[in-house]
């Protein structure tokens, strides 16, 4: 069976992807792979501790990427359904559309913000880029409110 690829980078609309993501693939038996991308954006000029800054930030973009990675496990396994991760790094939409294609995905599940052409225009568009660049479907899951989970609530205790 050919799974269902979940591009996620922790955002509320990742959030809403990632339970769209599952609710597909035990609906259709079939398997769930979660992608997420490493992404460091830094300055193209150099300064002195200039490596020790690029450092500190790929560290902390590799820790957030494994943190979403084993939280989108958590809500799968929640939901009774496997999930295996991948954790990726470089252009974002590319290493998506490639996990994809080395699994032989049936769909690509990725959430989008809802941002306006003018804010397209600035930051880019992860999902745009996806929905182009894919060998198979896409489904793009319009976030919403903060999505809040129950292992969420009962950190902050306030889980009934």
């Known amino acids: 069976m050919k799974p269902i690829v979940l591009a996620t980078d922790g955002s509320p609309s990742a959030a809403e992807a990632t339970l769209s993501a599952v609710e597909l ?15 460091v954006l ?13 450092a500190e930030l790929t560290k902390m973009e590799r820790a957030h990427v494994r943190g979403t990675l084993e939280q989108t496990r958590t ?3 929640e939901a009774g359904l496997a999930c295996e991760t991948v954790p990726c790094s470089g252009p974002v939409s590319d290493a998506i559309c ?15 913000r809802g941002w306006g ?13 996806v929905l ?8 793009v899951v319009r976030g919403g409110p903060e999505v809040v989970t129950e292992a969420a609530l009962a950190e902050t205790g306030q889980a009934a």
Not at 25 to 39: D, F, I, Q, R
Not at 42 to 54: H, I, L
Request: one cysteine or more.
């Open 132 to 139: 182009h660049e894919a060998h198979c479907p896409v489904l």
């Open 25 to 39: 693939a035990k609906a259709l038996g079939a398997p769930l792979v979660a992608v997420s991308v490493e992404h």
């Open 98 to 112: 490639r996990t994809a294609r080395e699994v032989d995905a049936r769909l690509i599940v990725v959430g989008a």
């Open 75 to 77: 809500i799968a396994a």
């Open 42 to 54: 830094v300055p193209a000029y150099g300064y002195f501790g200039y490596s020790d800054v690029v």
């Open 117 to 129: 052409p003018i804010g397209r225009a600035l930051h880019g568009s992860v999902s745009t880029a």
